[in-house]
């Protein structure tokens, strides 16, 4: 996942979101996981996200997944 490199991807982006064509994150990770995920999960997700989308980084949305569950286990 990364942000737009162009105003015309951006357009695109918007109009897939408008005819329907996206997924709730919440929706994403259940499918990466095969089940579904708690909201603390889906927050933590969404805040990786948008710390990614502020310094311009891409995301990869599996490896936050597999971050924020080690350090679940960690803590448990």
Do not use: F, Y
Request: glycine share 4%; proline share 5%; no cysteine.
């Amino acid at each position: 996942m990364r942000p737009p490199k162009d105003d015309e991807e951006k357009i695109k982006a918007k109009i897939a979101i408008l005819q329907g064509r996206s997924k709730p994150l919440k929706d994403v990770i259940a499918d990466i996981l095969g089940e579904e995920p708690e909201q603390a999960l889906v927050d933590a997700v969404e805040n990786n996200i948008l710390l990614a989308q502020e310094q311009g980084e891409s995301v990869d949305l599996s490896a936050i997944l597999k971050s924020i569950q080690s350090m679940s286990e960690k803590w448990a």
